[in-house]
């Protein structure tokens, strides 16, 4: 079922969703988060498309926000769906005019009550996406580097620096099969990895991670090489027994190389975007490993990178951030060092309404908790590099 | 970095799925339909959703003429078939250079040598190491001939660190000296640990969520006993008839085929205490002690109904019964629908019984497990207001329809003051690309990790047969099953058992 509703409020359109679900027969229950995405009119068909995918396997009422130009009068218009294939609701929401600078006033009245909010750029997105309005009422931030117009290891680099529990980045989701057999290859063949080599095209975010994420768990120099991809072509551990690798040249089948046995063809192929974001709502906790990978990533590209540039302190950034990680998940665990900090975050909750003023002194103990685990660590980090 | 602990894996990654290591699975029996519909495809699922080594390899046994290509083309068509996941070439090509096939009897020594050198020819080149699990999907008939051979010939243990595992299918055995007797065939060559027993229910999300239901949320547990439960209900209703395997399912029956393994599974996992922790152990432990507990009513046809579907019409189709199916004798008492009652004597659940039932050509495919609540100890409401009123009841419907029901009274829109029962329903997710796994496909992942969780042990099958053996004895002594219309709910007698506690069955 589908309703139109033009020109509308946003409680307008939380009614319509209620009367869409009793003439339904009520189906849509048993949603279990919110699900933001934050589009605009040239992708939101794609992305509208993937999220009611992912819909099956978390039933969730997708929120879809375009904002158009800032010219005219402020004004919302909706497109609610219910059922049609999905098992949740989606509203596809259009905000011009004055409104397009607060889309939070729209999205507010409309989120689940008590279920987490996830929010995902599937295009462009901001560098710093927990401190965009959106973003910020999100548990989780799903960017994508690789769509990003701009360089895209800048904005990686970027998004980097700016990193705060909670976000993620389908460059990284992208990873997991990659990082399963690598691991497994390791599992199989307990050798001392003595370096290592990535293969992508130009530009490619996904080897800025796996680099990093490498250099953080193994200690150890990792090159970063162009190819002709397609993607990511070449992960190569070295070890004095010769490598264990992964070549896929074809962005389908790779070929598995152990030290001392014959290679293997393995299934490697590039994943839709509904797979990479089903992955990513399965757990909404905090990845401490991405985490890990991006800070050995924000210390090692200062400004953007060019590929191949030798990096004379990589190894060393690891360490720093081993023991950074280190110090984070001690600290994190005593609530006392989070007191300054929650002061600070106690405004920026408490702005929305007398109720929730109230509860902000526990909300924000606890946002203080997580953000001043991630600036003990910057500290840390700081103190170890120095 | 020290060697030993890998540097990649992470307790906090837990993105990474776990791989099983290098090992190979050897499918005795793979013509039949098991292998075909359910085996092959999990394995192809398996390694579609990357959780197979690269270097997996699936060996096939059979009475069967075949080449190894021949072989490949069976799985090809298997899997095409019947698959859960898109057929992927790369995926198929990754798999496909590890199949191998072996012909020959059970009893022919040359074909166990040649598997000996397949597996070793295997270590060799696919890098398997000498891991290796062997599925028997054969006749129990078989297992002494098969797990005997594979002891002769040295597959039964490995070398080094390197493991041998053997999984068997029920039924496990028909009563409880033929357990006990097939244990001792295993495990006089296999150890304990090294026998996966796959109850394929038991790998179902919505039995696994059985155990999340219950001790992750604190308002359940309260009610969770006998002060305000007033009675449990397990069905598995099946809609289909015996179809072609009236070879196997003649003389064993529906309690045999399905209560002893499957209901009585999901009652301990209903009844049992919070394990220490979910280590396969603990799990196990607590099962076997609800089992033990059990206790079974005095006087058997009071409280046990059983039957057997005669003509009729299932589902907008005209069936023949039972006794019309072919190979089936015409004075066959082997029933193919059970109720039972079973006491469970402890403190949590003295004096509430569980109602077990199931049955061919019911009314629909259905399985659940409906906790029926008492009735509140007083209603302020009129007689005529709560006339409508029936007990509160927590549903977990297993399959179809995956979810959580919550049955309670509600007022009636309207002046009066009206009361009527209400559902609430959850629904789990319905089925994503990648998600949502097959049974089989977690259980032979978990042989091939060696996680051991969701296998009974024998000390759980013998402790079931122990509670089904007296009735079944009861049943033999005491004429034939009640028919029952295919299509029904089942024979009259089923009603008139629930009717003596002053109870009745829900229709599911």
Redesign the interface.
Known sequence: MRIDLTDVTASAVASALLQARRRAGSPAMGMVLTFVVVTDEAGHADAMAAAREVSTEHPSRVLGIIRGGRRGRARLDAEVTIGQGASGETVLLRLTGGLAAHPVSVATPLLLPDSPVVAWWPGDAPDDPASDPLGWLAKRRITDAASATRSRSAVLARRARHYTPGDTDLAWTRLTPWRALLAAGLDQHPVRITGGAVEASRNNPSADLMAAWLRCRLRVDVEIRVSRGPGLTRVALHSAHGDIALHRPDGRLALFTIPGEADRPVALQRRETAELLAEELRRLDNDDIYEDAVQVLARSTPGGRQAGTPRPTESQLATTAHAARKTSTRRSTKPATAAPRAAKATPRRGAKTTAQKQTAKGAAKKAGTKKAGSKNKKAAKKAAAS | ?S??A?????P??????R?A??CSLVIFGVTGDLARKKLMPAVYDL??R?LL???FALVGFARRDWADQDFAKVVHDAVKEHSRTPF?E??W??LS?GFRFVPGEFSDDRAFDKLRTTVEELDE???T?GNHAFYLSIPPGAFPDVVGQLKEHGLATGAGGSWRRVVIEKPFGHDLASARQLNDVVSEVFPQEAVFRIDHYLGKETVQNVMAFRFANAMFEPVWNSHYVDHVQITMAEDIGIGGRAGYYDGIGAARDVIQNHLLQLMALIAMEDPTSFEAGNLRREKQKVLASVAIPDGLNLHTARGQYARGWQGGQQVIGYLDEADISRRSTTETFAAIRLDIENRRWAGVPFYLRTGKRLGRRVTEVAVVFKRAPHLPFTQTATEELGQNALVMRIQPDE?VTLRFGAKVPGTAMELRDVNM????????????PEAYERLILDVLLGDPPLFPQHEEVELSWQILDPIIKGWAANGRPDPYPAGSWGPESADEMLARDGRTWRRP
């Open positions: 970095m060697v030993g890998n540097p990649l894996r992470d906090q990654d837990r993105r990474l799925p791989i290591g290098p390694a579609n990357g080594p690269p270097g992927r790369e995926t090509r990754q250079e080149a696919r890098g190491s979810g329903d959850f629904a789990y997710g319905g089925a994503f690309v990648e998600s949502s």
